[in-house]
């Protein structure tokens, strides 16, 4: 690098670690504000026909992001990535103000929130696609551990940091969960156009339509059908026989196959599948989506534990729980800062592998100690094991992708880093969805007979309580989820003719939780069952990155192969073999 080297690479990484926390912040601030955010619109989340509103503005922002962040990573190392990072921060601080300016109520008001949120997380995508190849691009190969594992700190620490600030905010006004981003957006927006430099390699080609629109007609119809599959369908309980959603799954799924014989055939490929012949590239995504399966529905399984079960059974208000949420879950967070760019700073000396698998291992452990908790356990307990999922997810995430990134010729930092970026948020939501679906599964073996019984126990009529007891699991989910009392708005009139005191126990803030708590742990404990399994394959995966190496960019016109570096030669050797416009570039 030129002199001016060691002040530029802290400038790139402040920079970027400041657009990656606010687009991470952004993916959870909602998740809080939401029972607010409906209110403030004039709108019942917990009506079925509202529901699909209520699931696109949890997910929208998420699947946007899955959907463009290859794209615009391969676009980034076509025409520069500070360039379209730098656009990216301009589209996302537009979007925030015309989310904080929304005038509509009702459904057009939803349906208006979501298309803005879409909006932000494509500004969102634009950071996160080019924030790994910019700091690999400013670093020296030797820190960039230390650098990706600051940024990626960050970017897990701000989905937590985001259900505090959305506690925080909402109950003054639910504008503020928008408006916080556009000061900050500002900054960076301006600070990046006058500080950043282009020091990637760019690579001249063509944009890839086809396989643009195959992988985004495929991974939207696969997420839609993922996404109505968690709603009641029928008699059933959840919509998986739904012909809807089964036709747009297995849709999606023969689009995305149709999108891997493309990339076969066009010049120019958004993704290069040739990347997966380097068996760093290959394993570490491998890691990077096991892990994220296994941690994506966490923070939601998190949240409906304490908001809607432990929360209220000591003493909170239910309109109190979603800010005390976040707060209960600060040692989580607090985990992450810490082992993220401590691990990062290590893994540059000794390599990934001890890091990357270590952590998935003990993420492994965190899950199971979870699981032996009762639900209505002693918070010192539950504090600590957050505290050690934190530090071993924080072990995992800088190895990891400071592995990928190294492993990559220096032309494909930014699709490559898309392709990580894609891995992970495709199985963030595919989580979600698993999470959720072993949830209501256990709700409903066990909940209806519950609340049948409870409700006949405390004086309401058979009939009453035979109707709410069937009503879909999902309902008593998403109202745990929001921090809502359903019993309120579920059995409506009946409660005005039951003895007052009846009535208020009914509708405060011990019986529903007391209800549910049984039926919850019933699926809490597959949820983390699953969660431990998918870390240990992703521990696997993470052994197979490899050991130490210290990959040298080779100088311009220097062939890779004259350096006898074996690792380089064979991956430089299967890349320009697919594509031989590619350069003979170290692969690491």
């Not at 739904?242 to 120019?268: M, N, Q, S, Y």
């Not at 304490?306 to 000591?314: F, K, R, Y």
């Amino acid at each position: 690098m030129p002199g001016s080297s060691d002040r530029y690479k802290w400038i790139a990484l402040s920079n970027t670690t400041i657009g990656t926390l606010l687009a991470t912040i952004n993916l959870s601030i909602v998740l809080i504000a939401l029972p607010n955010i409906f209110r403030g619109i004039g709108l019942n989340p917990l009506v079925p026909a509202n529901t699909s509103y209520l699931l696109w503005m949890l997910l929208g922002f998420m699947v946007v992001m899955a959907v463009c962040v290859v794209s615009l990573g391969r676009l980034g190392d076509m025409y520069g990535r500070v360039k379209l990072y730098n656009l990216g921060f301009t589209i996302f601080t537009v979007f925030s103000v015309l989310l904080a300016i929304t005038w509509l109520n009702g459904a057009s008001g939803a349906l208006y929130l979501i298309l803005m949120r879409v909006g932000q997380g494509i500004g969102a995508a634009f950071l996160m696609a080019n924030s790994p190849a910019i700091l690999t691009d400013a670093f020296p190969a030797t820190e960039r551990g230390l650098a990706l594992g600051v940024n990626m700190g960050a970017a897990i620490a701000g989905q937590f940091i985001g259900l505090i600030l959305g506690g925080i905010l909402a109950p003054a006004n639910w504008r503020l969960v928008f408006l916080l981003s556009v000061p900050i957006g500002l900054f960076g927006t301006l600070w990046g156009y006058l500080k950043l430099e282009e020091r990637g390699v760019r690579g001249r080609a063509k944009v890839d339509w086809w396989g643009n629109l195959t992988f985004a007609a495929g991974l939207v119809s696969l997420v839609y059908g993922i996404t109505y599959g968690l709603l009641p369908y029928g008699g059933h309980t959840m919509g998986w026989t739904d012909p809807r959603v089964l036709g747009t799954i297995f849709g999606g799924l023969a689009l995305l196959v149709v999108f891997c014989v493309v990339e076969t055939k066009v010049e120019h490929p958004m993704f290069h599948l040739p990347l997966f012949r380097i068996r760093a590239f290959a394993a570490g995504n491998a890691a990077a989506f096991l892990s994220a399966i296994g941690r994506g529905g966490i923070m939601f399984i998190l949240i409906i534990w304490l908001q809607g079960v432990w929360l209220p059974q000591h003493g909170y208000d239910f309109a109190r729980t979603p800010l005390w949420a976040g707060i209960y879950m600060l040692p989580l967070t607090t985990g992450f800062l810490v082992a993220g760019p401590l691990s990062g700073y290590l893994s540059d000396r000794v390599g990934p592998r001890p890091f990357a698998t270590g952590g998935m291992v003990g993420s492994a452990t965190g899950f199971i100690l979870l699981e032996v908790l009762p639900v209505d356990f002693n918070y010192l307990a539950f504090a600590s094991i957050l505290l050690f999922l934190g530090l071993a997810m924080g072990l995992f995430v800088a190895p990891v992708q400071a592995g990928v990134m190294n492993s990559l010729p220096a032309n494909q930092r930014g699709s490559g880093a898309g392709m990580m970026n894609t891995a992970m948020n495709t199985a963030m939501v595919l989580s979600i969805s698993v999470f959720f679906t072993l949830i209501i599964l256990g709700l409903s073996a066990r909940l209806p007979a519950a609340l049948y019984h409870g409700l006949v126990s405390e004086g309401v009529p058979v009939r009453s309580a035979l109707r709410v007891s069937h009503l879909p699991a999902v309902g008593s989910l998403f109202a745990a989820f929001l921090g809502y009392n359903p019993m309120k708005s579920l059995l409506g009139p009946t409660l005005a003719h039951l003895p007052h005191a009846k009535a208020a126990y009914i509708a405060g803030r011990s019986f529903f939780p007391r209800l549910i708590s049984g039926p919850f742990d019933n699926g809490l404990r597959r949820a983390f069952d699953f969660a431990a399994a998918a870390c240990l394959l992703a521990a696997g995966a993470a052994w197979s990155i490899g050991g130490k190496f210290a990959p040298q960019e080779a100088p311009d016109g220097l062939d890779a192969r004259l350096r006898g570096d074996r690792v380089a030669r064979l991956a430089t050797e299967s890349l320009t073999a697919a594509d031989p416009a590619l350069p003979s570039t170290t692969a690491g």
